[in-house]
């Protein structure tokens, strides 16, 4: 099946900074998504991004398919961020299998 | 608008009883999943469902059985719980092959 990477691993920042977010993919995709997981193990959507760039507030994400990754940036980070960022990907073999990364873990320290 | 739901949010098992986890959902999805988050990991797919009456397995379906019998519900089985199925179970939903909602996650320990 398809692999899934991201980095860091886990990141550490000061209330206001900006941060950037890697997820790479190893096979073509369907659909990509960025969640973010409270925590109290909630699940938000971030973004739906299979390709392109998409802003929301403070976060930002792009994807470039042909090129099998993409990033999330952060800016103004504050300490609500903390919490396990994950991307996921639907990839083009097997109608609706999803696979996750195994996320970045962002502790925002005030 | 209740999104996605699962029942129940927690539950305590011994080993070798059987339980059923409940998504329900209320957007009209083609899609729906079921998914394992292990302390530190990502979500790995138990097993999904690409229309009523459909089930295909994931990276992880060992012990686990599922239905589709309604379109808004998909149901998770665990026949003989091991205490290796300690873990939060989430359940997620999609238009075809589109973004995915997810609901609360239910906590099960197997003792």
């Known amino acids: 099946g398809i692999q899934v990477e991201q980095s860091p691993p886990d990141l550490i920042l000061q209330e206001g900074a900006n941060s950037t977010l890697r997820c790479n993919f190893s096979?073509?995709?369907?659909?990509l998504q960025w969640f973010h997981q409270n925590p109290w193990g909630q699940l938000i959507n971030l973004f739906y991004?299979?390709?392109g760039t998409k802003q929301n507030g403070r976060l930002s994400a792009t994807t470039v398919a042909t090129e099998r990754y993409s990033l999330l940036y952060i800016s103004s980070s504050q300490t609500t961020d903390s919490g396990v960022y994950f991307c996921?990907?639907?990839?083009?073999?097997?109608?609706?299998?999803?696979?996750f990364g195994d996320g970045t873990t962002l502790t925002v320290k005030p | 608008n209740a999104g996605v739901t699962q029942t129940p949010k927690f539950r305590v098992l011994k080993t070798g009883q059987s339980m059923t986890l409940l998504c329900a959902q209320d957007?009209?999805?083609?899609?729906m999943y079921w998914y394992r988050q292990d302390p530190g990991m990502g979500l790995r797919l138990i097993h999904y469902?690409?229309?009523?009456?459909?089930?295909a397995k994931g990276e992880v379906p060992d012990g686990y059985n599922v239905s589709r019998l309604k379109k808004q519900n998909f149901l998770l089985g665990l026949e003989s719980a091991a205490p290796s199925q300690t873990s939060v179970y989430f359940c997620?939903?999609?238009?075809?092959?589109?973004?995915?909602?997810f609901g609360p996650g239910t906590r099960l320990t197997v003792t």
């Open positions: 997620a939903s999609s238009r075809t092959r589109g973004e995915q909602y």
């Open positions: 957007m009209n999805h083609e899609y």
């Open positions: 096979d073509s995709v369907n659909n």
């Open positions: 469902s690409v229309g009523e009456g459909t089930t």
């Open positions: 991004i299979p390709s």
């Open positions: 996921a990907v639907i990839y083009n073999t097997n109608a609706g299998k999803s696979t």
